[in-house]
Structure formats: C-alpha cells, structure tokens
C-alpha cells in the first residue's frame, strides 16, 4: 500500500472512531446537541390502573359543557330534574303528607364502607360522636380525577319506594376531611351495586361544607342504592394533599 494511501486509511479509522464515540456520549447523557434533557415524569403511576397525569388532557372535549359537572365528568343523566324548593312551613323539617323519609349514613344504618381500612391521614377517617347527622366517614380518593378504585366506595340504602328526592349532607372540615372537587355519586334502582347505574350527580363538597344539597329526583321500584366513587386527585405540584371524600347523611324523600 502507498504511504497516502495508509494515510487516508488511518484518517479515516480515526474518523469512524469519533463517530461511535459521539453516540456513546449522547446515549449515555440524555442530552442531544441542543442542550434539551430527558426528563421522567414527575408523578408515579401504574399503566392501565391510573391515567399519569402528563396524559391526561388539558382541553376540554368539544362536547364538553364545561359549566356542568355531570357532563364534564360524563354522567348519566338523571330522568327527571332536581325538584325546586319546597314551599315554607311552619315547620320546615316535616315532610308533606304522604311521604316517605328515609335517612341512611354513618350513625344512621343502611351504609356501609366497602374496602375500608386505617392508615393515618392516607386510610379510611371516621368522625364524630356516632350519632346519626354528626358522624361521617372521610374516603381516600383513587388519585386520579377520571377513574375510580372498583374495590372502595360508599353505599347508602334506602328501602322505599316512588319519587324519591334525594339529598346529601355535606359535613365541616379541611380538604383532608371534606375534600371532593367534586365527589361523584351513582344512583341505582336495586339493592346493590355494580352494572350500569340509572343515574349520577356530582357535589362540590369544598363549596358546600355544612350543607345539605339536593341531589335530584329519581325513581324507586322498592330500594334505592347510592353510591360514593372514589375518583378524585390526591395530590399537587408540592406532593400529596391527602384530600379525602366525606361520607355522611343523605336523605331519601319518597312520594309513592
């Protein structure tokens, strides 16, 4: 071989090595040549349970009334609307003649807390004396504001039947307490739960605390099942905010 010929060879092997080099350095750094790094994201998540927050969509979806909390969240419509105001009283806690009232909730019977369990400030929180209208039980959200923990929730039963005017009862405490923004409720025409549900309706409890909120009406072949879902965020910028979902009273009022 010629001596240029060895030397275009030579230059050519170092060339070759500078190449592979390069890419070694790249790869291993994250970085490319304008200076951008991968990042993870910064919140944990288990594929095809909870919906990492960087997927979710900031934009609303056309058909989307962002003014309504049951259609941005894609509830099932109630069949009738809530019903207007009753009528003043002398007095205004006795239902008209001919209905049924029924309460269910924590110190009320007919609620249970499915999947419940204790761990601090992250578990299931009872409060209260265990009386009826003073006692609630505050539910962990699932940490993802579109999907529900299928193995955790409330249910409320209510043994009537007819028209039923349904009202919850929004109790007083913090965002770890009373925190559902909002908290998403299905309405059933059976005993249980499970299925596609007759109707939903959601409550913005951190803007009702200390309130009962008519829910609507919905009708009952005998029982009526409400349950409370879990889904709801859990978490910020800064971390987990422990915010919880209340469970407390609703009320069944019942026109056969």
Partial sequence: MKPLDRRVAV???VAALLVVAGITVVSL???DESGQTETMPTHSYIPGVITPPEDLSEEPSASVDPTLASSALGLVPSATPPPPPPPPA?????????VTTV????GCGSYSSVGSYRDGRKGWVDHGDGKCGSTFVSVPMSGDARRDDP??????TFSAAGMCDISVHVP???LTAVGGNPTVYFVYDRSGVGGTPMASFAVKQVD???QWVSAGRFRSSGTLTVQLLTRGQDWDRNGPTYAHHAASAIKANCTP
């Fill in 11 to 13: 230059i050519a092997a």
């Fill in 29 to 31: 750094s994250g970085s």
């Fill in 90 to 98: 002398g007095d205004g806690n006795r239902p008209p003649s001919g």
């Fill in 103 to 106: 309460t269910s909730g924590p």
């Fill in 151 to 156: 193995s955790a929730y409330g249910v409320w």
């Fill in 172 to 174: 007083d405490g913090d």
């Fill in 208 to 210: 009702k605390r200390g």
